[in-house]
């Protein structure tokens, strides 16, 4: 008993580990007691709405896991699954019904979109209000401006940034290398890290000589979406490494047959950091507590709104 308990107890004082789990929960149970004062003093349930388009596996356990994290914090959800055939105007059509409906705050069309139908269509019909993950071109051309405010930002890069912040990671004048640059994670990722007075390099898959890179990074956030890619001898001594990607690789030790992994090599990278996200448990779980923040947030502006004009 004695062995399992400090057993137990080192493992998740672990002080490299950065567990968004525990980080993450601690963001829930704030935004619970929140949500709940909202509702007495307003009658206002916050909603969120998501928008799936097929029934790939992967999405509606995605959907899943939002809906149960909506139900855990008190807010309102509902899903829209549409038949995987429909057109790209139907869906549209759905959407702008969605962005009418006063009882939804947020609204997020889950990605990937069926072959045919043009996401970039689809995204930029969702209303800016309620533009949740942040992904509509006006909220990502004002994080790019200096001096302009997103109405929302994309919540996975926002969940990173929440990580440093509540891990006491210092990050102006620090050297941050960003491998990515996806429009979901990468370039709203560095975008951040700029407006917070880091020095930020992105790199990708035509840079050269991405150790030299990486040698000189403090802060290093890697969304590649290749397992295991970034090996601990490639890194500066002391790093703080967000590792974003989650891939699954073949383990025949395993009851499914495989286990997911990042895009860091953990154990080499242990090594080196000083403080580190592990695989799973470290920036998923905060990206869906930044999902039910920006809904929150979508709530309060849309009572202030109706307040102010009646």
């Known amino acids: 008993f004695f062995f399992f308990f400090f057993f137990g107890f080192t493992m998740a ?33 916050p909603g969120l709405a998501v928008v799936q388009v097929g029934d790939r596996a992967d999405s509606t356990t995605y959907v899943r896991m939002k809906q149960r994290a909506c ?32 009882t939804v705050h947020g609204l997020i069309v889950q990605l990937p979109l069926p072959d045919g139908i043009d996401s970039r269509v689809v995204l930029d019909v969702v209303s800016l209000a309620k533009d949740v993950d942040g992904f509509h071109p006006q909220n990502i051309g004002a994080l790019a401006m200096k001096g302009r405010e ?12 929440e990580l440093l912040d509540r891990s006491g990671v210092e990050i102006a004048g620090k050297n941050a290398v960003v491998v990515g640059r996806s429009n979901i994670v990468g370039v709203p990722m560095s975008l951040l890290l700029l407006h917070r007075d880091a020095t930020v390099t992105v790199c990708h898959s035509r840079t050269r ?23 601990g001898e490639w890194l500066k001594e002391g790093c703080v490494v967000i590792d974003v990607g989650i891939n699954s690789v073949e383990d025949s030790s395993r009851a499914r ?7 860091v090599h953990y154990a080499s990278a242990y090594e080196k ?14 990206t869906v507590a930044m999902l039910l923040s920006a809904t929150f947030t979508a709530a309060k502006r849309a009572h202030s709104s109706v307040t102010s004009s009646s």
């Open 71 to 102: 139900e855990e914090v008190g807010m309102r959800f509902e899903h829209v699954l549409l038949s995987g055939d429909i057109s790209q105007a139907e869906l549209v059509a759905r959407v702008q019904a969605v962005n009418a409906d006063a």
């Open 209 to 231: 000589d991405l150790q030299a890179h990486l040698r000189d990074a403090d802060i290093v956030v890697a969304a590649v979406g290749r397992p295991e890619m970034i090996r």
């Open 13 to 45: 004082a672990d002080p490299k580990k950065l567990n968004g789990n525990v980080i993450s929960k601690q963001v829930r149970e704030s935004l619970k007691a929140e949500v709940a004062q909202f509702i007495e003093s307003t009658g206002v349930i």
């Open 150 to 161: 997103p109405q929302f930002v994309p919540c996975t890069p926002r969940g990173c940034l």
């Open 273 to 286: 950091a000083s403080l580190i996200t592990p695989v799973p448990g470290g920036v998923g779980p905060m």
């Open 257 to 263: 047959g495989y286990r997911l992994v990042g895009d």
